[in-house]
């Protein structure tokens, strides 16, 4: 049947490692076969052991990497945390929803935008109307500047923006705005589904004391 999953273990009867083997056999919509072979390559127990610890080493570093990610999404840091909670005075802001240039495509609607420069660090907030059936949350962005390079950034939300509500999202990197060749485009998107927001012409103000606050 498609999409059935079956799982099976074959045991070798000639005493070398490893001595068994198991895998998922998935069935397929229009592709089956009667008859599955197994092959296998012995090889000595120390260098399997060897290999299964090297394995579950690396499977343990990915889960404490995946942890500490999560941490820093739930608990924004840096310049990202200054823009959401505007509480450092470094910090320069610039207002650019009416420069900004939306997608006829976008899935949510601009409802405000704000960009943030500080000393090795740059940020956006914007805020988002879904007016979709589903939450909406972002789970990547990047942002290109005029001259095509491209800058991954890390997004933030305090929650999922609701259907039929509008949302709050901080998007930020570890980047000069010197660097950027201005104005650049931002792209969002979310972790499983077409609905993406893109934005033109999105500007950060330079960096240097005494600039404006709200």
Not at 33 to 49: G, I, S, W
Not at 101 to 119: E, I, M, V
């Amino acid at each position: 049947m498609a999409g059935e999953r079956v799982k099976l273990t074959v045991r070798f009867s000639d005493g070398a490692a490893p001595e068994s083997a198991s895998f998922w056999l998935v069935g397929h919509s229009v592709r089956g076969a009667r008859r599955v072979e197994v092959f296998r390559h012995a090889r000595p127990a120390d260098e399997l052991k060897r290999e299964a610890a090297e394995a579950r080493a690396e499977a343990r570093q990915c889960q404490e990497d995946k942890a500490r990610l999560l941490a820093e999404r739930i608990e924004p840091g840096g310049l990202m945390g200054a823009a959401w909670l505007e509480r450092t005075s470094a910090v320069q802001w610039r207002d650019i929803r009416a420069m900004v240039k939306q997608h006829s495509g976008n899935a949510l609607r601009l409802r405000g935008a704000k960009s943030y420069s500080h000393p090795g660090s740059v940020a956006v907030r914007l805020k988002l109307l879904n007016p979709g059936a589903e939450p909406w949350t972002a789970a990547g962005a990047v942002l290109k500047d005029s001259a095509g390079a491209e800058v991954d950034l890390s997004p933030w939300q305090e929650a999922a923006i609701p259907a039929g509500d509008p949302g709050f999202v901080v998007v930020g990197a570890e980047r000069e705005v010197g660097q950027l060749a201005c104005p650049c485009t931002l792209k969002l998107w979310e972790a499983e589904g077409p609905r993406a927001v893109i934005l033109g012409n999105v500007t950060f103000p330079p960096v240097e004391q005494g600039g404006e606050r709200e």
